[in-house]
T-cell receptor, first 109, second 114 residues
């Protein structure tokens, strides 16, 4: 099956700093999503981005499908951004999302 | 319809008991998925339905696990003779066919087997 690797695994930021999270995947995909998992366990969809670039407030994401990676940018980080960020992909011949191991972000005040 | 709903939010059970979880997907979605997430890991696929048909099951889904989606609406996941290793967060998601437009996840059911 498809492999999904996220980096870094852990990240500590000072409030106001910017960061970039990376997701590499091993095969062609027709679906890529970035999620934020809150402390109560809910997966909040941030972006549905199988290709191209999208922005939503302080967050933006870029997927370069031909090179099999995606980036999530967080600007002017806030303490409420803390949590785990997951990248998940659906390969072209597949029928489910496969998740990476996540990036655990802590934003300090 | 505001999203995917899961019940209960938390379940504590004694080893050996049976438990059942319910998921109500977004009504327009014809695909429904069950995932399991253990501490410190990403969610892992268990099974999915297209309408009422269960089309794929992961090898993680032992014979103590059974899922149904009668009439292609809500789904239930039952675990028989629970074991401590079943303790996890069970997540449900729904989507259009082939995941078009993305998956929407529910809040999950956290199971603790004591």
């Amino acid at each position: 099956g498809i492999q999904v690797e996220q980096s870094p695994p852990d990240l500590i930021l000072q409030e106001g700093a910017n960061s970039t999270l990376r997701c590499n995947f091993s095969d062609s995909v027709n679906n890529l999503q970035w999620f934020h998992q809150n402390p109560w366990g809910q997966l909040i969809n941030l972006f549905y981005i199988p290709s191209g670039t999208k922005q939503n407030g302080r967050l933006s994401a870029t997927t370069v499908a031909t090179e099999r990676y995606s980036l999530l940018y967080i600007s002017s980080s806030q303490t409420t951004d803390s949590g785990v960020y997951f990248c998940a992909v659906q390969e072209r011949a597949g029928n489910m999302l496969t998740f990476g191991g996540g990036t655990r972000l802590m934003v300090k005040p | 319809d505001t999203g995917v709903s899961q019940n209960p939010r938390h379940k504590i059970t004694k080893r050996g008991q049976n438990v059942t979880f319910r998921c109500d997907p977004i009504s327009e979605h014809n695909r429904l998925y069950w995932y399991r997430q253990t501490l410190g890991q990403g969610p892992e696929f268990l099974t999915y339905f297209q309408n009422e048909a269960q089309l794929e099951k992961s090898r993680l889904l032992s014979d103590r696990f059974s899922a149904e989606r009668p009439k292609g609406s809500f789904s239930t996941l039952e675990i028989q003779r629970t074991e401590q290793g079943d303790s996890a967060m069970y997540l449900c998601a729904s989507s259009f066919r082939q995941g078009a437009g993305g998956y929407t996840f529910g809040s999950g059911t956290r199971l603790t087997v004591v």
